[in-house]
């Protein structure tokens, strides 16, 4: 019989927490609550739940909080009410699990993103990268062995975290483990680009839980099927979820679309300082123009130097919208410390120069570029688009694909690549395209641009109904459920 405990009944575990802190000038930490998905899931049960958030310190400032924390359990005053136990993991090992392992390679390997000619190169160095990667999965499964109560519920999110579930099993087996990818799953014959015992050591991880939980069908098929490929796994089908079956245990396979906020978005984008940015917008894009919207970080698989060379064609061939249309892009900078990162932020820059300097009048810029992170003006160009554009190569989801038909005003074409995991709910009434394929893009900039007012305001109303059918809060929710269910 397990030895009595007294924990938590629900837990979440994910590399970035709540809450971050960043030192004053006087020695004390300011914190800064966090946003997303998570944190508005976590809410659905309520502060007052007997919940734990387990996240990794991320620097110095969230390192100097867990210090003066009792046990690394954060003051609640800086959490919103949440109990969260923030891991102070060694700086060197963060650093190889998070940019070595987590992102320069998991990511490269389910976006696609590997320029195989030349990368990936699975060498001693990147086994001592794949060595922290462990470290640092096996202090979350710790940390959550510890906090959970009998039998909890435990939701593990994410590629940084792929190896919890198993360990976690090894430590509680009394718990209820689900793990949920955030990302797209690559197909077998790209997953397989991994060192073979790393494939299945992933996998593994992951089959450690209940449930693996996914965006869309198509990652939880991927999954499937990397299971089957690499480790021989039996995938039973049929039933209410898919069943992946591997050394005597049983993983179901579940779907959950992760939907916008939808009262959150409409009260936040109706605030003054939106609205502030909202006329600034309008006067850099002038009276009478239409505007072509992206909201992205700098990251490879957003496609964004490939959007705007499909704008450039298009005003290369359609002659009629000079002057009349104005690309506004915004690329936040991301992972910076990478040097490949920097590399295309400097590139999305020069291209966007480029179209300017070629077709730019002394009262037309064509396009409009912000680098500095805003979500304030992020909401206000959601709210003037006539046109979005979203056209990643790969995507687990992307919620802004969501957000601005919740947002817009007066309705608003969405040029959607297919590549998107958005696209299984938004195709029907998006402007589809082939993420690679400029010409095509360009055309579909098009017909956005044209597409009468009327059909567009039908379009969003839809595109908006389909985008918020899974909130965050139900998201959350629907995963906890399905942890119960036989």
Not at 126 to 146: K, S
Not at 166 to 187: C, V
Not at 201 to 213: E, F, H, Q, S, W
Not at 279 to 298: C, F, H, M, W, Y
Request: one cysteine or more; aromatic letters at 8%.
């Amino acid at each position: 019989m397990a030895p009595d405990r007294s924990g938590a009944q629900v837990l979440v575990a994910s590399n970035r927490g709540p809450v971050s802190y960043a030192p004053r000038e006087d020695g004390s930490l300011a914190a800064r609550r966090g946003g997303g998905g998570l944190v508005s899931g976590l809410s659905a049960i309520g502060p007052d739940a007997d919940a734990v958030w387990v996240c990794a310190a991320l620097g110095d400032g969230d390192r100097q909080a867990v210090r003066q924390a009792h046990g690394g359990h954060l003051d609640p005053a800086d959490t919103g009410g949440r109990r969260v136990r923030m891991l102070d993991i060694a700086p060197d090992v963060f650093a190889a699990a998070y940019n070595d392992v987590a992102n320069s390679v998991l990511w490269f390997v389910h976006h696609l993103l590997y320029q195989t000619p030349f990368t990936p190169v699975f060498d001693e160095r990147f086994r001592a990268h794949w060595a922290a990667y462990e470290t640092y999965n096996t202090a979350f499964a710790d940390a959550l062995a510890q906090e959970a109560a009998d039998g909890a519920a435990v939701l593990v999110q994410d590629y940084h975290l792929a190896l919890v579930p198993g360990l976690l099993r090894e430590r509680r087996p009394d718990l209820r483990i689900g793990h949920f990818s955030h990302t797209p799953w690559a197909p077998p014959d790209y997953f397989r680009l991994l060192p073979d015992d790393i494939a299945a050591r992933l996998l593994r991880g992951i089959l450690g839980g209940d449930r693996a939980a996914f965006l869309t069908e198509r990652w939880a098929a991927a999954f499937a099927d990397c299971c089957s490929a690499v480790l021989g796994a039996e995938v039973v089908r049929g039933g209410p979820e898919p069943v992946v079956r591997d050394a005597g245990h049983a993983t179901r396979l579940g779907v959950h679309g992760l939907g916008a906020d939808a009262e959150f978005l409409r009260r936040r984008s109706r605030a003054a300082d939106v609205d502030e940015r909202l006329a600034g917008l309008r006067e850099q894009i002038g009276a009478g123009r239409k505007s072509i919207v992206r909201v992205d970080r700098t990251e490879l698989s957003k496609n964004i130097v490939r959007g705007l060379l499909a704008y450039r064609r298009l005003l290369d061939t359609r002659p009629e919208w000079h002057g009349r249309v104005v690309h506004v892009a915004f690329a936040y900078p991301s992972r910076q410390d990478l040097a490949i990162y920097r590399d295309y932020t400097a590139q999305v820059r020069r291209v966007a120069e480029e179209i300017n300097a070629a077709y730019g009048t002394a009262d037309w810029r064509p396009v409009v570029l912000h680098v500095k992170d805003d979500f304030a003006r992020s909401l206000a160009a959601y709210r003037l688009a006539d046109v979005a554009l979203v056209n990643p190569i790969r995507d687990g989801m992307n919620l802004v694909a969501k957000e601005v038909p919740v947002v817009s005003e007066a309705g608003c074409a969405l040029v959607l690549s297919r590549e998107a995991g958005a696209f299984a709910e938004l195709g029907g009434d998006a402007l589809v395209v082939n993420p690679y394929d400029v010409e095509a893009t360009a055309r579909a900039l098009h017909e956005a641009l044209a597409m009468p007012e009327g059909e567009r305001a039908e379009r969003t109303k839809r595109l908006a109904a389909a985008a918020t059918a899974l909130p965050p809060q139900q998201w959350f929710l629907a995963q906890l459920r399905a942890l119960d269910e036989p």
